[in-house]
């Protein structure tokens, strides 16, 4: 296994253990600092290993940062539609 790979497994290993910790702010800060480390590490997987395995990265840690990933769908779709 490559190192990008072990790095995405320790990701999410990681994500996990602080999905389980209480969190005062409904986990946004921990979720903030998850993507600015998930974003590099997503494209250091890419690039050792291709879009495939990139894209299955990016499914996974989608489905594991759902909330943020709902609100920027909103979001974006707020804005084509005219800000309704």
């Known amino acids: 296994m490559s190192t990008s790979l072990i790095l995405a497994a320790m990701w999410a290993v990681v994500a996990n ?3 389980m910790m209480p969190s005062r702010d409904n986990h946004w800060t921990r979720a903030y ?3 600015a480390v998930g974003v590099p590490i997503l494209g250091y997987v890419t690039y050792e290993n291709g879009p495939l395995a990139g894209f299955l990265v990016l499914l ?4 594991m940062l759902r909330w943020p990933v709902i609100y920027l769908s909103r979001w974006v779709k ?3 539609s005219g800000g309704r």
Request: glycine share 16%; no cysteine.
């Open 17 to 19: 253990i602080l999905a």
């Open 33 to 35: 600092v998850l993507i």
């Open 60 to 63: 996974a840690g989608a489905s």
């Open 78 to 80: 707020g804005i084509f």
